[in-house]
């Protein structure tokens, strides 16, 4: 059996959503974050996008974003291509965009999302969700 190489991550980014440009395929990522803040827990993320950018695949691949809670090591939210792509050139640079909606966290603390390649980890994300205090306008002068 050949082993593929493993695809290396480039970029791996949040953002709240990714354009496609026709015809030139460029990609435009719009609100790019690094941290998500809520008033209450548990707390729903109406929709948010991974962009991953990666090199040096060859080969065919079923890709797969995992959300995993880092405070117990538990995968709360999956996606995965709906079938293999194929990278035909190690040196060319590919793009994945992963859309998500309703990611539910359940408490404060460090998140990570995964990216797979044929079930081989190639790059992760790592982020906070922090409690933000209501903003009381009573009383306020």
Known sequence: MITMPIPKTNAMLICDYVITEQGSNKKS???VFE???ATTFPCIHPSLSVYIKMTEGQGNYRFRLELVDLKNNNVIGKGET???IQLTNPLTAHELVFNLKGLRFAH???YE???FANDKIFGQKTFVVTEQ???NK???A
């Open 133 to 135: 205090p209501r903003n």
């Open 108 to 110: 404060p603390g460090e």
């Open 35 to 37: 941290n998500i803040a």
């Open 29 to 31: 990522l719009i609100g």
């Open 138 to 140: 009573e009383g306020a």
């Open 113 to 115: 999302f995964r990216i």
């Open 82 to 84: 709906p079938k293999d």
